[in-house]
């Protein structure tokens, strides 16, 4: 059993269905945490490496109820020595999950979550991983999918979002209006919410990565963990998971968890140097992170602050940059909301002997529009005889 407590004023709720923030905080202050008795919690360091996430049911706030939860999670935790200068360096490659994104650790909560509440609607707003892998995750139940998402949604989530026979609304506007445009028509029609930050048990599911790199590394702590960050959520589910495995004896120290945004779309990192909270327009081609609204600003802060990590922000010439030099040197595409990671590795000043993990959230098929892919000659089978004929000569 767990209860959910607001991330500001502490009030603690039990669990019901539409029960998504705190009554008197608001849906941006008010944010709800899940609390489980942990006092009652013994795990021991017996985890499968490659399971998927419902391993850790103990510490999840659903119960598995589809064919597909076997298959979310236990993505593969990929070891480089001497890459980048570094002595070790680890890669979550979450881009190999069902949707080829780190966004099913949530949505698969999110569909059991909604069954458990006998819901037969469940909506989304997002950039596009959100929508697209829930959209996939929710094609088999008899739960109807809408989707909202910005127009300029890249190509390679909009045909996932149209294969799984989704409801979609592509809208002329920003991620953030369209987020609270879906709240306005989704809730009003007793939908669920797929949506982050407002629903409190999506952090439940992202926090699951922490837990596999943890046990993927043998039980040993990274030094440091990079994730790109929009909204807020993946940040706070990483720095929850790290908490909750240090706090229930499972790792002796914390990872120092490094948030890393884009310079053009950085408004998480500015509150969290000290601004007060505010909403600004973003631009950037990592589009999975163009959030100038981030809903989840006070939980990912708190946390943040608690972990004693920090934030930083990298151009979006460096991303473009990193996307390539990352699969030119590793074999792992990404998109560039994952790309971010390399970006601000390479930006920071780490000793080199530390141990380094990079959070790849998605994977580069998804959006290609910012890779340069150069006019390639095509040859006749004559002409390719003909020029190995002279290089060998």
Known sequence: MHKLRCITCEKVYDPQKGRYTCDDCGPLLGTLEVLYDYESIKLEKNFKKKASMFQFAELLPVSSHTPLDDFIGGTPLMT???????????????????????????????????????????????????????????????????????????????????????????????????????????????????NSAINPYLLEGKKTGAFEIIVQNNYESPDYVFVGVGDGTIISGLCKGFKEFYDLGLIDNLPKVIGVQAENASTLKKVFEGHDLFVEDVQTIADSISVGNPRDVVKACKYLKENGGYFMSVTDEEIVKSIELLASTTGIFSEPAGAVTLAGLLKSDIPKDKSICLVITGNGLKDTSNIKITEVKSYTKEEVYEYFRKEHS
Not at 101 to 127: L, M, P, Q
């Open 80 to 194: 480089f020595d001497h890459v980048f200068g570094y002595d070790k360096l680890m890669i979550k490659n979450d881009g190999m999950n069902l949707s080829a994104s780190y966004k099913d650790r949530a949505s698969i909560i999110a569909v059991n979550r909604a069954i458990e509440e006998g819901n037969d609607h469940i909506f989304c707003a997002s950039t596009g991983n959100a929508a697209s892998s829930l959209a996939l995750l929710n094609a088999h139940t008899p739960i109807k999918t809408t989707i909202f998402v910005p127009s300029t949604i890249p190509s390679g989530k909009l045909a996932q979002l149209m294969v799984a026979g989704a409801h979609i609304f592509p809208i002329q506007a920003s991620y953030d209006e369209v987020f609270d445009l879906s709240l306005e028509i989704g809730l009003k029609n007793g939908w669920y919410t797929r």
